[in-house]
């Protein structure tokens, strides 16, 4: 994944800021963002993303209840 540290500063920020948020809303939040003006090859896909996050999630770095990633 590109620059894993930089996405999740981004992530960290947007989920202290709004709160719970889906998969979806990351990735869009991400692209337009942290993203904006990378080639496609650079670009962080859904699957890549869901993965980074499943990893916090068992670091104990984020909750996920109803499809909404959360800060403990």
Not at 6 to 35: C, E, K, P, Q
Not at 48 to 63: A, N, T, V
Request: aromatic residues 10%; glycine residues 12%.
């Amino acid at each position: 994944m590109f620059a894993s540290q930089v996405f999740w500063s981004y992530i960290l920020g947007m989920l202290t800021n709004l709160g719970g948020l889906s998969l979806d809303r990351i990735h869009s939040m991400l692209r337009m963002f942290a993203l904006g003006g990378v080639s496609e090859a650079g670009e962080c896909t859904r699957q890549q993303l869901r993965h980074f996050l499943e990893g916090k999630l068992r670091e104990g770095q984020l909750i996920c209840e109803d499809d909404l990633y959360k800060l403990p």
